[in-house]
Nanobody, 123 residues
Framework: QVHLVESGGGLVQAGGSLRLSCAASGRTFNLYHMAWFRQAPGKEREEVASISRAGDNTNYADSVKGRFTISRDNAKNTVYLQMNSLKPEDTAVYYC????????????????WGQGTQVTVSS
């Protein structure tokens, strides 16, 4: 279990960029695979990107591949989501999540969640 707090959300015009940060408490952040999820009103929660505990593996949803980049700095207990070329359909609440699963897979369970940060992209 790790406590997560997101920041960096806000309002941005289409085509712009935004960088989200997720700060984790404790000294075991390096043991968690991390991911960013998002949920728009009326839509199901969607996994946007994930990164393995050492940062050597990443995965992206097709809808954001080539535009978003997930990274982590284990020394700072922080995971980032750099979002470029933003589109109105990227508007959602973005959540940081952590998984204690040993293996990095596309079907990991996430048991630690942040409170979310709102990202709004205007056209």
């Amino acid at each position: 279990q790790v406590h997560l707090v997101e920041s960096g959300g806000g309002l941005v015009q289409a085509g712009g960029s935004l960088r989200l940060s997720c700060a984790a408490s404790g000294r075991t952040f390096n043991l968690y695979h991390m991911a960013w999820f998002r949920q728009a009103p009326g839509k199901e929660r969607e996994e946007v990107a994930s990164i393995s505990r050492a940062g050597d593996n990443t995965n992206y949803a097709d809808s954001v591949k080539g535009r978003f980049t997930i990274s982590r700095d284990n020394a700072k207990n922080t995971v980032y989501l750099q979002m470029n070329s933003l589109k109105p359909e990227d508007t959602a609440v973005y959540y940081c999540a952590g998984s204690g699963h040993y293996y990095y897979t596309k079907s990991m369970d996430f048991d630690s969640w942040g409170q979310g940060t709102q990202v709004t992209v205007s056209s």
